[in-house]
């Protein structure tokens, strides 16, 4: 009977050890998610940034070569590369304020393939650099009615699922 009980005691004792080890391990894979979704938005942010400082040199150098430019025909093509830089960044703009919204999805008709070559290009440095991006754009435009915000959510995490399943990379 001792032998009994104390053998149910242990046996009680392990299985307490097992969920206490099962519930540590769920909080460091959380963690450990969590710390993965911070260094891919922290590389995307670099990316942007990157990406918004060029803009920002090519407005600056355009606005100091049309200081500098009497022919009218050439200040007009610099003129509509600073308009063309300045589009550009309002448009990275609205992407990461659409991407970090939280609003209801309000679909609207938008050309696929453009949404997703600005979404690989807004999103490739959240991959790692060993992991190598590839898409073949189809000749025609696809319309089709989604919600920007979602689509970009949906394409960034199908982009950082499959960097994750490829730790030595990929393509």
């Not at 600073?82 to 309000?106: C, K, N, W």
């Not at 696809?142 to 990379?169: K, R, T, W, Y």
């Amino acid at each position: 009977r001792r032998l009994r009980d104390a053998l149910q005691d242990m046996n009680e004792a392990l299985e307490r050890r097992v969920e206490e080890r099962t519930r540590d391990l769920a909080q460091a894979q959380d963690a450990l998610m969590q710390a993965q979704k911070m260094e891919a938005i922290g590389q995307l942010a670099g990316g942007v940034a990157h990406d918004f400082n060029n803009l920002l040199m090519a407005i600056q150098s355009g606005l100091r070569i049309l200081d500098r430019t009497a022919d009218p025909d050439r200040k007009q093509r610099i003129r509509e590369g600073i308009f063309h830089a300045v589009d550009r960044g309002a448009g990275l703009t609205r992407q990461l304020l659409a991407f970090s919204s939280r609003e209801p999805a309000s679909p609207a008709v938008t050309n696929l393939v453009s949404a997703i070559t600005d979404g690989l290009r807004l999103m490739r440095p959240a991959v790692k650099k060993r992991t190598q991006l590839e898409w073949q754009a189809p000749d025609a435009d696809i319309l089709v009615p989604m919600d920007g915000l979602h689509f970009d959510q949906i394409l960034l995490n199908l982009l950082l699922n499959s960097d994750l399943a490829m730790p030595e990379g990929g393509r």
